[in-house]
C-alpha cells in the first residue's frame, strides 16, 4: 500500500516555466512533510517542508502548497532552470516515536533551455 | 558539513554470496537507516537503527539483515544474495529531536549488482 502518492513520475519544462509535482497521502497521523532533491549520482537532500498547520512554504523559487481537508500538497518550482533537473521525492513523517519517513516514488524533472 | 559515507559506489556480486555494505556518519547521529531505491518505486526502507544494538525492521526487511555496533556504522547483510537484491542502496543519518533538526542526510549510494 503506498501511503504517498506522487506523480508525475517524468516532467520535461522549459526552461523559466513552472514545474508543478503533486502528492497525495492517506494517513492523517503524518504531520511533516518535507521534500528531497537528488541529483544523478548523488544521495537526495533536504529541499524544503512544511507542516500542515500552514498552507504554503515558499524558499527562493521553490514553494510548497498544502491542503489539510484533501490531504494533498505540491511542490512548485518557478522560473526552472536547467541546473533544477533532478528527481524530487515528497515525503511525509509522524512527529512522534521513531519519525520513520515515508517516501513518494520521485518525480524526475527535467529543464529544458 | 555532515558527511554520510559509503563505503563502496559499485558493486557486482555473485547469486549466493553474503554481501558486506557499509556506511559511516561523522556527526554522532542517533539515527541510521538503510534504504533501497528502484526506479517506480521510489525510496524504500530497509532497516533503521535509533541506537547502538538497537535495530527496527522497516518495510522490507525480508533477506536483509543490520550491525550497529558503533554510533558512527551501520551496516546492511544480504546473508545469500539474489537478483532481486539488485538495486541502488542508500545509507541516512539523521540527529533525534523535532522538525526542523532532525533533517535526514543521505549517502552517495551503492550500486549493487548480483548476477
Known amino acids: ?113 | 558539513d555532515v558527511k554520510v559515507t559509503q563505503s563502496s559506489r559499485y558493486l557486482v556480486k555473485r547469486t549466493g554470496e553474503k554481501v558486506f555494505l557499509e556506511c559511516v556518519q561523522d556527526m554522532d547521529h542517533e539515527n541510521m537507516f538503510w534504504y533501497r531505491q528502484d526506479p517506480g518505486l521510489g525510496l524504500r526502507l530497509i532497516y533503521f537503527s535509533y541506537d547502538v544494538k538497537m535495530k527496527e525492521k522497516g518495510d522490507i526487511p525480508e533477506g536483509y539483515s543490520v550491525s550497529r555496533e558503533k554510533k558512527e556504522r551501520f551496516s546492511l547483510i544480504l546473508e545469500s544474495a539474489s537478483t532481486n537484491q539488485t538495486s541502488m542502496y542508500l545509507c541516512a543519518s539523521r540527529p533525534g529531536g523535532a522538525p526542523p533538526k532532525n533533517i535526514q542526510y543521505f549517502g552517495a549510494g551503492t550500486r549493487l549488482s548480483v548476477l
Open chain 1, 1 to 113: 500500500q503506498q501511503q504517498v502518492k506522487q506523480s508525475p513520475q517524468s516532467l520535461i519544462v522549459q526552461k523559466g516555466g513552472i514545474s508543478i509535482i503533486n502528492c497525495a497521502y492517506e494517513n492523517t497521523a503524518f504531520d511533516y512533510f518535507p521534500w528531497y532533491q537528488q541529483f544523478p549520482g548523488k544521495g537526495p537532500a533536504l529541499l524544503i517542508a512544511i507542516r500542515p498547520d500552514v498552507s504554503e512554504k515558499k524558499e527562493g523559487r521553490f514553494t510548497i502548497s498544502f491542503n489539510k481537508s484533501a490531504k494533498q500538497f505540491s511542490l512548485h518550482i518557478m522560473d526552472s532552470q536547467p541546473g533544477d533537473s533532478a528527481t524530487y521525492f515528497c515525503a511525509a513523517s509522524i512527529e512522534g516515536g521513531y519519525q520513520k519517513v515515508t517516501f513518494g516514488i520521485g518525480t524526475k524533472l527535467q529543464v529544458i533551455p
